[in-house]
């Protein structure tokens, strides 16, 4: 949530600063602002609304620098204005600061700097951590890299939160500050030029070599170099990574959305969740960042899926996954519940956390609540080096490349992918035959072709996506691997579309739901051929004796669903608990095509962020 942006180099400031941001849109989009020091002070743009408004603004009243920070904001501490967008500034006027996080103590502060005279312009809580880094600057002997540092570790030091920050002072030309404490920050390394972000997407234009900042730790960057050095003052080991993706991964290249580019890209991101992970002479998957051995993967009792969203609605798929093939007993658990839910486990427990961004903040926190009761903690991320990758005792990365659109769509079919092979890793190390795993890695390496017929429907799926766009209701229904999907779908039409969808259990219809459908109530029926196949072809029966409209995504062959159902859309054939993979393909281009024949803002929904990282 907040995307931030730093430069200092040689280059026009303002020019790659709005080019990382439009790149972290995704985070947040309430409001956007800029600053850059251009000699004779600070200059500073601010606008309500989306980056293209700020960038509007800055062509109309350029502002200059090499040295500049810039942020787009979702708000949390106070409303969407002028006023509390960001960069803040202190009470001198001379440092400016852009903030991603809370500062949970800042009425205690700002009510204590008001005592001492400070005035604040901003309902902001990001104000009150100007203000305290300004103070404590002022207090310095000398105004330097190194006091405005100090000042910041002072300040720092009185702060309850989170934060991922960058700074500039006038004082200080050609000078960059970062911190972070809970909220991501990267150092990008370049060339007589060095950047900070919230995620190396916002600098791959300039450098592909980047440092993950840990939490308690400031960096000072000028335009040939760096120094980290941690909150109690001691310098700080550093490892420069290479960023996986080029600029033209992060671009949307001819397609009109982000969110189309990665439903289509899915072919391609399924293959790369399983590439060198297929052992075919073992029948297994090869997995090594568990960092497990067999005998400890053989001693797992229980496992525990979490996460939010999207990611909880595939780690429910995951549990009937492990269920099914590994025949271990899953709890899939709202991560912002786990956190707080002290559920009595048995030691030999394995908890996975599943997460795009690998930032989400109640993820995190069920990650750690997990650690603290002594279990072993296993990330399925997708962002490389991310603090959930890298705060879990070991974890499978997707490979899935930035998604950019706010809507998940490929990170889910990638989470459905690891977690297939997790499956089939505990299976073959308890009770699957050598024959049984060859079968599910032959059907696995099916997948990247079947993916890519499914999506060859989306002209056919626009049409139908055309005909139901004005309903003001939809009801998504399925059984046993494809209710998650239902959820999955009707969170995919909810936030794209603003359409009040809900999901449900195909039998829970009789127990509640099937009281609202009418003519006008469309119900989606994600009906494979599967072990529940005839049960589903009831349940879609009997919205049908009430006049509701269905649409149904069978499996290619079906000839029954075409004689109940009103719009089917049929994908390629699967074992059950690969089906989810394909079905749930037609639903992201269904909701794609429904916001934007109505219109919607396809990448950037009204109030979403992409990675939350406040609770
Ligand atoms: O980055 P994460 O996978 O942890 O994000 C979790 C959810 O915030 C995310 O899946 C959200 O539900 C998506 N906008 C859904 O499309």
Not at 59 to 70: L, N, R, V
Not at 115 to 136: N, P
Not at 169 to 190: C, E, F, K, N, Y
């Amino acid at each position: 949530m907040c995307g931030i942006v730093g430069y200092v180099g040689r280059a026009e400031a303002p020019r790659a600063l709005l080019q990382g941001l439009r790149r972290l849109e995704y985070r947040g989009y309430d409001s956007a602002g800029i600053a850059t020091l251009n000699g004779a002070g600070i200059a500073v743009r601010k606008s309500v609304g989306r980056i293209a408004d700020l960038e509007r603004l800055v062509a109309e009243k350029p502002i200059h620098g090499h040295t500049g920070i810039c942020h787009t904001r979702w708000a949390t501490h106070g409303a969407v204005t002028q006023e509390n967008a960001h960069p803040h500034f202190d009470q001198s006027g001379r440092l400016a600061i852009v903030h991603n996080g809370v500062i949970e103590n800042y009425l205690d502060l700002r009510a204590a700097l008001e005592e001492e005279g400070h005035v604040f312009r901003s309902q902001t809580d990001t104000e009150v951590l100007a203000h305290l880094v300004g103070r404590e600057f002022d207090r310095q002997p000398a105004h330097t890299k190194g006091a405005l540092v100090e000042a910041l570790r002072t300040a720092l030091g009185q702060v309850i939160g989170t934060y991922g920050i960058a700074m500039i002072h006038q004082d200080v030309p050609g000078v960059l500050i970062g911190a972070r404490r809970g909220s991501p920050l990267v150092l990008g390394i370049g060339k007589g030029e060095n950047l900070l972000a919230s995620d190396a997407a916002a600098m791959v234009s300039h450098t592909r070599d980047v440092v993950y900042l840990k939490d308690y730790e400031l960096a000072a960057l000028d335009a040939d170099g760096f120094q980290i050095t941690t909150l109690q003052g001691d310098g700080a080991g550093y490892e420069i990574s290479q960023v996986e993706y080029t600029e033209k991964d992060v671009s949307k290249g001819d397609y009109p959305h982000y969110m189309l580019k990665e439903i289509f890209e899915q072919s391609g991101t399924v293959r790369d969740a399983m590439r060198g992970r297929l052992v075919l002479d073992e029948a297994t998957a090869k997995l090594g960042g568990l960092e497990m051995s067999n005998a400890e993967l053989r001693d797992v009792e229980r496992v525990v899926i979490t996460g939010c969203g999207t990611a909880l609605h595939a780690g429910m798929v995951g549990e009937y996954m492990i269920e099914t093939l590994a025949h271990i007993p899953v709890e899939c658990e709202f991560a912002s519940e786990l956190r707080y839910r002290n559920l009595p486990l048995p030691k030999d427990t394995l908890v996975f956390a599943i997460s795009q961004s690998g930032e989400t903040a109640d993820t995190l926190a069920a990650l750690r609540e997990s650690q603290r009761k002594g279990h072993r903690t296993l990330g399925i991320c997708n962002n490389v080096g991310s603090t959930i990758a890298r705060e879990s005792d070991g974890g499978v990365y997707m490979h899935a490349g930035p998604e950019i659109g706010v809507a998940a769509t490929k990170s889910f079919t990638s989470q459905l992918v690891v977690q297939a092979l997790i499956a089939l890793l505990l299976g073959r190390l308890t009770h699957l035959s050598h024959s049984e795993g060859l079968n599910i890695i032959r059907e696995l390496d099916k997948l990247p072709d079947k993916v890519a017929k499914a999506l060859e429907l989306n002209d056919e799926i626009a049409r139908i996506a055309r005909k139901y766009a004005q309903a003001k209701v939809m009801l998504f229904m399925g059984r046993q691997f494809n209710y998650p999907i239902a959820l999955e779908g009707a969170l995919k039409v909810k936030e794209t579309s603003y359409i009040a969808a809900s999901a449900h259990p195909s039998a829970e219809l009789k127990h509640g739901v099937i009281a609202l459908i009418d003519e006008a109530t469309p119900s989606v029926f994600i009906a494979p051929r599967d072990a529940v196949f005839e049960k589903n072809l009831s349940n879609i029966e009997e919205v049908k004796a009430r006049k509701g409209p269905v649409i149904a995504i069978g499996t290619e062959g079906d000839d029954h669903l075409g004689h109940v159902a009103d719009d089917v859309i049929l994908v390629p054939e699967a074992p059950d608990f690969l089906t989810p993979i394909l079905t749930v393909l037609p639903l992201q281009l269904l909701a794609y095509h429904i916001a934007v024949e109505l219109g919607r803002d396809v990448d950037k929904p009204r109030n979403l962020a992409k990675s939350v990282t406040v609770e």
